[in-house]
Structures are given as structure tokens and as C-alpha cells.
């Protein structure tokens, strides 16, 4: 097991709070793995799929309260209000530990707990951080087996006294003696995701869905590391990394944030429709930037899996996550055909008669309203298992990050592509991007939100801090910093057409964005930024009429000027903690566009 003190006295201080029947330290065997799945199958938590059509896959039904983030119930608890800032739900420390006490007090009885040691990144990478989670669940033991590198060899490398952040998960369902479990034990009215950043621990309770209770992701990689990375001077991106490869062999790699549910998946692995070129996956999720002694920026992707959104993944849009899905995955809340396989909407067939929805009913396809997948439906897949996942995505160094994207879902305004004119400008570019809302957050989808560096409900401090450290990053890299680019993929015509097509064809844009690494591509300077000319993106065999091209590239000035204000109320929010160099960046874009 392990000689570390201070672990082996919170697992045994946590148990004595939790009151598990039975503790299990998890190994991170193939065996365990294969227990857990078992456990869950016979406990009717789970099914197995077909073994010819999913070998070795689970289909698994949550509740239906329980289907996706829950950021109205996520808190920041630092010791003062003003760190966690306006963007946050913020509690006192003492007062949190005071209404998680009670609710965790024998919370796991009748229940196993688990005690998983993950790593997030290759396991002994200088870039990579140790977490430890005690949970109650099968299903995030399984989950988290996928999704980092789990067990001894992480205690190996922890040692005697080495760091870890504890993360506590609890579905918040304890069972009386002899009380039957139900498939999915949750605790839907009293959900709590906390972060104490001082103390860098993560307390969950309630929920047994995705990054609320699959604590290595959202609220460590993101949140908790999110404050590590400002104390010790890297960053912790809500970013894809992928390894692009011209014609020429010429190799950069990019990372990109864009909100949950916005195609980082897709676009981190992309069939590149331009012949010759190259993309490969290093993550889809986070990434995990630090500086190297060269004065370069080098990213891992913490995890070790994918929890891909499941609804319009086909042949079409990702084969290579249809193929990283075909064996060993857990699907969450999809259809099941009658011959054992999975359904979504928008997966590559059509819906067969007699499929089972994600309520366990028969579907009853009345009216696009009644979804046979929920919208946030999830595969957890083995990263292994992507045809395209990179030859370096392992590398415990990480990766050279050549550029930055930004992009979200925005149907007007927003031009396909620009570079920053600076990376103080493209800072400005991150902190005022905005998105339309998805179902990978419980809410109203659609609306229109500012979603900074899509970080939003990731960063665990005050965003205007967070800025800061962007800047501060930028000056200490100086030009060797990577080159920043917004995109958008998810402009509509006024007819409600899609002016762009996307998918293997953003390889276009890629393309463009390599060349400006290198000082090469036409761009044409304006008010927001350094668009391609007309003809800069390639779109040789690509049928997409001038005028859309046209309209995709468009700077309309008067409607950037409508967006000034919208902008400053938005900055107003961060009072006097927001950097002034963001309001001399939007001072000077209200300049440019008089
Ligand atoms: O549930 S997760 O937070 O892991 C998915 C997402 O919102 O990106
Ligand atoms: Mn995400």
C-alpha cells in the first residue's frame, strides 16, 4: 500500500467521517477495472453492450436529475470573497466544512469506499501533479481508470511524504442495513462541488455525473490546478492540444480553448480534408503549460482518457472517436439498440425499431424534443484507442505550443478566423470571448454568455487575477510566447444556413494559422484584429460560394461598435481588479473602429 503518513491519516480521518462498510485501495489493475464493471452489472447500475458490436463496454442510466455539471451548486470557498471574484459562487471555508460535515457524516455506510491515487499527466512527468480520491462510486473508480493513470505506481512515486491534492466524492446516498441500492444513488436536491483553494482540497457531494464527481478533471485539472498554476507561474487551460503536419513535414502544435460541448473534441482529432496534412491528438480537454529552460511554452494533456459528448459523433464529423469508442468504453445516458449496441442522435444509422432511450423506455420518437440520448450523453474512452492520438502524447516534456486558438459558438458577428495583434491583444481576444450555452452544463442552452478563455466555470479565482497571470505569462515569454487566433466555426447566414462547413474542413484554417507561425500567410489588418485576405485560406475543391466566403471574413464595424459596451459592462464586473492593459486594449479597439 503505502508509508505515506499524511495520506494514511486522511484516508483513516475520512473513513471515520464517512462510515464505508469496506475500504478498497485501488491498484489501477486491468483486473480492478474489470471488478468494477461487474460490480456495477450486477448491482443493475450498468449493462454490458454486445460483446461483437462494443467488446468490453457498459451502458449506464443516471438519474434523471443527475445529467450534467451543476454550476449553480459548484463553490470556491478561499478565505476571502474578493479571490474568488464575481464569476465564482463563493463560501467561507469554516461555513462550507459546516454544512459538508453533517452531510458526509456516515454518508457511505452500506457502501464500499475507494481510495484511487491518480496522476494527472504521464506518471512522473515534472509537468504532472498527484490527486488522490476517496470515493463511494464504482462508477467513478472505473471512470477515473480510463480517464488518468490510477493506482501503485502512483503511489510509488508520491513516496513517503510527496504532494497530492485530496479530492472526497460521495454520491450522498447512504443505505440502511439490508436496504436495496438503486441504479444510480445520487442525491439530487443537495448537490455540493467545493474547492478550497488555500488548502487545495475538493469536497463533492450529490452527484455522480462527469466532472462533478470525476474529480481529477474539471475540479482539479482545472480549478484547483488553475490556482497552483498562478502561484507557481504556468497556466491550466480548458484546451485541446493537437500536432498538426504540413506537406513539407513541418510540425506544430496547437492548443485551443473553446466552451464544453463545442467541438474541442472534434477538432482535436480532425481528418484534414487538404491533402497532405496531418492532425493528430494530444488531448481534447485540458492542458497543462509550463515553461521550459529554453524560454517555450510546453503542454501535456493531464488525462488519460476522453469523455466525449456522445450526440452528433459519427463516421462523418470524428471517425476517429467512433473508432476510439468501438471497445472498452463506459457509454452514459445513449440509446441501446435491440442488438446490443449504442445509439445517439446523429450517429451514423438510423434509429432501429424497438431501441431503448436513456430513461430505459422504449423510444417513442413523437418529436425532435424527445431525445432517444440525453444532450450531454457521454462515452468514456482510452486515449490508446484513438487512431490518431500523437506519437508524442505521452512525452513526460510535453509539447512545444506554437499557438493558441480561441473560438466559441457564436451564429453572427464573430468572422471565421483572425490573429491577435499581440499577445496582450489576444488576451483582451480571451477575456471578452462569448458562447452560446449547451447541454454540458444543467441550464438554459442558447444563451449567450461570456465565457473568458472558456474558463468561466473552471477558474478557481478571481478571473480578473487570472488576466493578470495571462499577462505576466506573456511577459515572461516574451516572443517566444505561442502566436493567438479566435475562430469560429458556427456562423449562420441570415437564412439560417451554416456559412462554414467545419469539421475536416477547419483544416483550412489550421493551415493559415501554421503559415502565420511561420510569418507567412496574407493577412489584411483591422479593427479587431489580423484577418486572412480573401483568398489566404485555401479553398481549393471546397464548394462554398464567394459570397459566404466573403460574409465569413467580414469585419462589420458598426456592429462591433454595439459591442463596446457590452464589452465594458462585462468588465465592470472585475471592478478595480481588472488589468489596466485590458481596458487600454478595449479603449484602443474603440478607437479603431471610429
Ligand atoms: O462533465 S464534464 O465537466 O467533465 C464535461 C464538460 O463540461 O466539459
Ligand atoms: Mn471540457
Known amino acids: 500500500m503505502t508509508n505515506h503518513t499524511a495520506l494514511k491519516d486522511w484516508v483513516a480521518k475520512t473513513a471515520e467521517l464517512c462510515q464505508p462498510d469496506k475500504i478498497v485501495w485501488c491498484d489501477g489493475s486491468k483486473d480492478e477495472y474489470q471488478r468494477m464493471l461487474q460490480i456495477m452489472v450486477d448491482s443493475g447500475s450498468a449493462q454490458w453492450l454486445s460483446p461483437e458490436r462494443k467488446p468490453n463496454s457498459i451502458l449506464v442510466r443516471s438519474d434523471p436529475a443527475d445529467v450534467a455539471r451543476v454550476e449553480d451548486r459548484t463553490f470556491i470557498c478561499s478565505n476571502y470573497e474578493a479571490d474568488a471574484g464575481p464569476t465564482n459562487h463563493w463560501k467561507d471555508p469554516e461555513e462550507m466544512h459546516e454544512i459538508l460535515r453533517p452531510l458526509f457524516r456516515n454518508c457511505m455506510r452500506g457502501r464500499t469506499m475507494y481510495i484511487i491515487p491518480f496522476s494527472m499527466g504521464p506518471v512522473g512527468s515534472?509537468?504532472?501533479?498527484?490527486?488522490?480520491?476517496?470515493?463511494?462510486?464504482?462508477?467513478?473508480?472505473?471512470?477515473?481508470?480510463?480517464?488518468?493513470?490510477?493506482?501503485?505506481?502512483?503511489?510509488?512515486?508520491?513516496?513517503?511524504?510527496?504532494?497530492?491534492?485530496?479530492?472526497?466524492?460521495?454520491?450522498?446516498?447512504p443505505l440502511a442495513f439490508g436496504e436495496k441500492d438503486v441504479p444510480w444513488?445520487?442525491?439530487?436536491?443537495?448537490?455540493?462541488?467545493?474547492?478550497?483553494?488555500?488548502?487545495?482540497?475538493?469536497?463533492?457531494?450529490?452527484?455522480?455525473?462527469?466532472?462533478?464527481?470525476?474529480?481529477?478533471?474539471?475540479?482539479?485539472?482545472?480549478?484547483?490546478?488553475?490556482?497552483?498554476?498562478?502561484?507557481?507561474?504556468?497556466?491550466?487551460?480548458?484546451?485541446?492540444?493537437?500536432?498538426?503536419?504540413?506537406?513539407?513535414?513541418?510540425?506544430?502544435?496547437?492548443?485551443?480553448?473553446?466552451?464544453?460541448?463545442?467541438?474541442?473534441?472534434?477538432?482535436?482529432?480532425?481528418?484534414?480534408?487538404?491533402?497532405?496534412?496531418?492532425?493528430?491528438?494530444?488531448?481534447?480537454?485540458?492542458?497543462?503549460?509550463?515553461?521550459?529552460?529554453?524560454?517555450?511554452?510546453?503542454?501535456?494533456?493531464?488525462?488519460?482518457?476522453?469523455?466525449?459528448v456522445a450526440p452528433g459523433t459519427n463516421t462523418k464529423t470524428n471517425p476517429n472517436a467512433m473508432a476510439a469508442l468501438s471497445k472498452n468504453s463506459i457509454f452514459t445516458n445513449v440509446g441501446k439498440t435491440?442488438?446490443?449496441?449504442?445509439?445517439?442522435?446523429?450517429?451514423?444509422?438510423?434509429?432501429?425499431?424497438?431501441?431503448?432511450?436513456?430513461?430505459?423506455?422504449?423510444?417513442?420518437?413523437?418529436?425532435?424534443?424527445?431525445?432517444?440520448?440525453?444532450?450531454?450523453?457521454?462515452?468514456?474512452?482510452?486515449?490508446?484507442?484513438?487512431?490518431v492520438i500523437a506519437d508524442n502524447w505521452e512525452d513526460p516534456a510535453g509539447v512545444k505550443i506554437d499557438a493558441i486558438l480561441f473560438g466559441g459558438r457564436r451564429s453572427t458577428g464573430q468572422p471565421l478566423a483572425l490573429q491577435s495583434f499581440s499577445w496582450e491583444h489576444g488576451t483582451f481576444l480571451g477575456s471578452t470571448m462569448a458562447s452560446q450555452k449547451t447541454a454540458a452544463a444543467a441550464g438554459k442552452v442558447g444563451e449567450l454568455r461570456f465565457d473568458p478563455m472558456a474558463m468561466l466555470p473552471f477558474c478557481g479565482y478571481n478571473m480578473a487575477d487570472y488576466f493578470q497571470h495571462w499577462l505576466d505569462m506573456g511577459a515572461t515569454g516574451g516572443d517566444k510566447m505561442p502566436r493567438i487566433f479566435y475562430v469560429n466555426w458556427f456562423r449562420r447566414a441570415e437564412d439560417g444556413h451554416w456559412l462554414w462547413p467545419g469539421f475536416g474542413e477547419n483544416s483550412r484554417v489550421l493551415k493559415w494559422v501554421c503559415e502565420r507561425c511561420d510569418g507567412a500567410g496574407d493577412v489584411v489588418e483591422t479593427p479587431i484584429g489580423l484577418l486572412p485576405t480573401n483568398d489566404a485560406i485555401d479553398t481549393t475543391g471546397l464548394d462554398i460560394p464567394e459570397d459566404d466566403m466573403a460574409e465569413l471574413l467580414r469585419v462589420d464595424v458598426d456592429e462591433w461598435k454595439q459591442k463596446i459596451p457590452l464589452f465594458r459592462e462585462h468588465y465592470a464586473k472585475f471592478g478595480d481588479k481588472l488589468p489596466s492593459e485590458l481596458t487600454k486594449q478595449l479603449d484602443s479597439l474603440e478607437e479603431r473602429l471610429n
Request: charged fraction near 20%; include cysteine.
Open 185 to 308: 444513488p445520487c442525491n439530487a436536491d443537495n448537490k455540493y462541488i467545493t474547492h478550497f483553494p488555500e488548502t487545495k482540497e475538493i469536497w463533492s457531494y450529490g452527484s455522480g455525473y462527469g466532472g462533478n464527481a470525476l474529480l481529477g478533471k474539471k475540479c482539479f485539472a482545472l480549478r484547483i490546478a488553475s490556482v497552483m498554476a498562478k502561484e507557481q507561474g504556468w497556466m491550466a487551460e480548458h484546451m485541446l492540444i493537437l500536432k498538426l503536419t504540413s506537406p513539407q513535414g513541418v510540425v506544430k502544435h496547437i492548443a485551443a480553448a473553446f466552451p464544453s460541448a463545442c467541438g474541442k473534441t472534434n477538432l482535436a482529432m480532425l481528418t484534414p480534408t487538404l491533402p497532405g496534412w496531418k492532425v493528430e491528438t494530444v488531448g481534447d480537454d485540458i492542458a497543462w503549460m509550463k515553461f521550459k529552460e529554453d524560454g517555450y511554452l510546453y503542454a501535456i494533456n493531464p488525462e488519460n482518457g476522453f469523455f466525449g
Open 126 to 173: 515534472p509537468i504532472a501533479h498527484i490527486g488522490v480520491e476517496i470515493s463511494d462510486s464504482p462508477y467513478v473508480v472505473a471512470n477515473m481508470h480510463i480517464m488518468t493513470r490510477v493506482g501503485s505506481k502512483v503511489l510509488e512515486v508520491l513516496g513517503d511524504d510527496g504532494e497530492f491534492v485530496p479530492c472526497i466524492h460521495s454520491v450522498g446516498k
Open 338 to 387: 435491440p442488438d446490443g449496441d449504442v445509439w445517439w442522435e446523429d450517429i451514423d444509422r438510423p434509429a432501429p425499431d424497438l431501441l431503448i432511450d436513456w430513461h430505459g423506455k422504449e423510444w417513442v420518437h413523437y418529436d425532435s424534443v424527445n431525445k432517444a440520448a440525453h444532450p450531454n450523453a457521454r462515452f468514456t474512452a482510452p486515449a490508446s484507442q484513438c487512431p
